[in-house]
């Protein structure tokens, strides 16, 4: 019998969790909740810094209301097609990050070096390298413009979708570059699994095709949405991302209505992610039973 002095298993885990997120809570409000809170108080008025103070005028939801309805290109003309270069490039580094991880999870001569080479890029890499490299036109495929892909584009793809897929293509390299944290997260998932259930999967003469998709696949889900999730913050303030460059403006109160537009974008993309990993975790729960 456990006696009552002692803590329980549950507490226990509960301490250790509140433990663990402690410094993010205290970070959170040493450094973050002010400013926050202060952005959103700018955002209902109009600001004026003069030579003894800032003034504040109180206006409402003006702010709110030029830039999502009085002058709506302000936030549509980019955001969209933001959006649409998203939906591509989502897809293409968590593919490519999955793959990459299941091969260097393989044993072969020289995998610990390959493991760095796909990681240095977010050690050495920052914001401004991976801009100047866009700007310079970097990171696309040879071979795509060999083949005359644009042009096809152009004939076949709806405009507002051939931008988006010629922008993704022109730093395609710089795209795949940029997936060091996906793949070591997909790596660290991959370990997790059980070598006694791809033993069993052997013996029962299960094929590495039927493996992947019946146990590697199914067991790497959670991963999978942390990398989304992951993913989506990290293009949301991608060097190239258009709307974060009209917030950092001198008009404090119209740039703060528009980051909090922003980051209520943000949200509800977050949201839906994580409503389709639940319906995909009941999914797969179900099928287990």
């Known amino acids: 019998m456990i006696s009552r002095g002692r803590l329980s298993a549950t507490a226990l885990r509960k301490i250790e969790g509140s433990l663990f997120i402690a410094p993010w809570i205290f970070g959170f409000f040493a450094f973050l909740a002010f400013p926050l809170g202060y952005s959103l108080y700018m955002s209902f008025h109009q600001v004026r810094i003069t030579v003894k103070s800032v003034v504040y005028t109180f206006i409402g939801f003006k702010n709110y209301k030029e830039i999502l309805v009085s002058n709506g290109s302000l936030l549509y003309e980019d955001l969209l097609p933001f959006l649409r270069e998203s939906a591509i490039m989502i897809p293409i580094i968590l593919v490519f990050s999955l793959l990459v991880a299941i091969l260097l999870n393989l044993k072969f001569p020289g995998r610990t070096l390959f493991r760095i080479i796909f990681f240095l890029p977010v050690i050495f890499s920052s914001g401004q390298i991976v801009q100047e490299f866009i700007n310079q036109g970097e990171g696309s495929l040879s071979v795509l413009e060999s083949l005359n892909i644009d042009a096809y584009l152009q004939e076949y793809v709806p405009a507002s979708w051939a931008e988006p897929i010629q922008k993704v293509m022109g730093s395609f390299v710089l795209i795949l570059w940029y997936s060091g944290v996906q793949i070591l997260i997909f790596l660290a998932g991959r370990q997790t699994l059980p070598a006694s259930m ?32 992951y993913t989506l913050v ?19 109160g119209s740039s703060s209505a528009l980051a909090w537009i922003y980051f209520t974008i943000i949200l509800v993309f977050v949201g839906a992610a994580i409503l389709l990993y639940n319906r995909v975790d009941r999914a797969l729960a179900g099928s287990r039973k």
Do not use: C, H, Q
Not at 214 to 225: A, C, D, E, Q
Not at 234 to 252: A, C, E, G, H, R
């Open 198 to 229: 791809y033993e069993a999967s052997r013996i029962d003469g299960s094929g590495p095709w039927n493996t992947f998709w019946k146990l590697t696949l199914p067991g790497l889900v959670p991963y999978i949405f942390l990398n989304l999730m």
């Open 234 to 252: 990290d293009l949301f303030t991608f060097p190239s991302n258009p709307i974060v460059s009209k917030v950092n403006t001198t008009n404090y």
